[in-house]
């Protein structure tokens, strides 16, 4: 019998069918998402029904999803960094291996977080949407030279993108308190975070967990004017209390890619200093082949197939 593998991704080898052809040479017979979005709980656990392995996306992987599934799911890939939305100990309890693919959107999510900063601060959107309104409107932005710019989490991609601040002249100022203010470099200084908050212009979050990191204690610190910008996860602020500073002009801008629910159709589209994405910094060729080749890998090793 051959061993059956489910998609989550609904974009899954959709720009290079490199993964795809890998299983299929691997002799596995491949689940489709039959709906093209997201699955729900109740949908995850019928797609998971009679299969061995899953690539998996941002779909609720919880107990009862795990239980359900079990004796013979074996394993789940993720493509992607995150895996909050896996439940680990019921995994480890029913014997499902879980891996994810952390290498592989560090640079496709720093290029756009740096490319919403440019954005945001040299007024781009405003500008372009004016010109094709029949108006020729100039603005001054800010440059990223000098500008102070707090990143919060400094593993992999927080650290490429102070990488490429440096680059652009920025100042940069870190908080993470999970790593030793040795590791970091030259011009790099590490803060407490309502330090970090009080002194920068810019706060771009890199953080790992769901953690609220940002609530109404922490916007009250902020430095008035200050832009921020989001490509982890919705949870690490919260949305009531970001509303309430962009009502007050505390916060200037915002990038956000990523959400408390998707699709997102909630108050921030009400915003027009909100510059929002559908949570697509990881969507450039280079890293969906990456990860998605890389997910299939660990899916194969995962289930015993040699590669």
Known sequence: MSLVVAIGPSSFAEEDDTPRRMLNAAGIAVKENPFGRRLTQAEIIEHLRGVDGLIAGLEPLNRAVIASATPRLKAIARVGIGVANVDFDAAAEYGVKVSSTPEGPIDAVAEMTIAALLAIGRRIIPANAALHAGAWKKEIGFGLRGTKVLVIGYGRIGRRVGALLRAFGAALIVHDPFIEAASLRDGERM?????????????????????????????????????????????????????????????????????????YAGPLTRFPQALLTPHI???????????????????????????
């Open 191 to 263: 803060v407490g975070l309502h330090e970090g908050l009080a002194e920068a212009e810019v706060i771009t979050l890199h953080a790992a967990g769901e953690n609220c990191i940002l609530g109404s204690a922490e916007f009250a610190r902020i430095r008035p004017g200050a832009v921020l910008l989001n490509s982890a996860r919705g949870g690490l602020v919260d949305e009531s209390a970001l509303v309430a500073a962009l009502e007050s002009g505390t916060v200037a801008g915002i990038w956000f890619d990523a959400f408390w629910e998707e699709p």
């Open 281 to 307: 910094a990881t969507y450039t060729r280079q890293c969906r082949r990456e990860m998605e080749c890389a997910a299939v890998r660990n899916l194969l090793r995962d289930l015993g197939i040699a590669t």
